[in-house]
């Protein structure tokens, strides 16, 4: 069993930034690629972002590229979501998860693991 502990939520304004961290404990060296997805009351959950086990291979969703940034210390079991430029729109809680397939995919039934979810929220 794999668990993730997100961190680093908050509230900021349009524009601020924050950066979450997703630590993983148990059968960690089960897992590959990680990811982070979002849920905003009332919606689907969706996918932000990916990464393969090595760190080489990232995928984003389109809202959000060139402004968030996914990457991972597999020395500290960590993944991390470095978020700039927030937008109200990006209000949301989020969730890490890891998958034990290597390939990133953007949808949600592929992972095998979740967290319990991080608050981010933007103020316009």
């Known amino acids: 069993q794999v668990h993730l502990a997100e961190s680093g939520g908050g509230l900021v304004q349009a524009g601020g930034s924050l950066r979450l961290s997703c630590a993983a404990s148990g059968r960690t060296f089960s897992t590959n690629a990680m990811g982070w997805f979002r849920q905003a009351p009332g919606k689907l959950r969706e996918f932000v972002a990916a990464?393969?086990?090595?760190?080489?291979?990232?995928k984003y969703a389109d809202s959000v590229k060139g402004r968030f940034t996914i990457s991972r210390d597999n020395a500290k079991n960590t993944v991390y979501l470095q978020m700039n430029s927030l937008k109200p729109e990006d209000t949301a809680v989020y969730y890490c998860?890891?998958?034990?397939?290597?390939?990133?995919?953007?949808?949600?039934?592929?992972?095998?693991?979740w967290g319990q979810g991080t608050q981010v929220t933007v103020s316009s």
């Open positions: 998860a890891a998958r034990q397939s290597s390939p990133v995919t953007v949808v949600s039934g592929g992972y095998d693991y």
């Open positions: 990464i393969i086990r090595s760190g080489g291979m990232t």
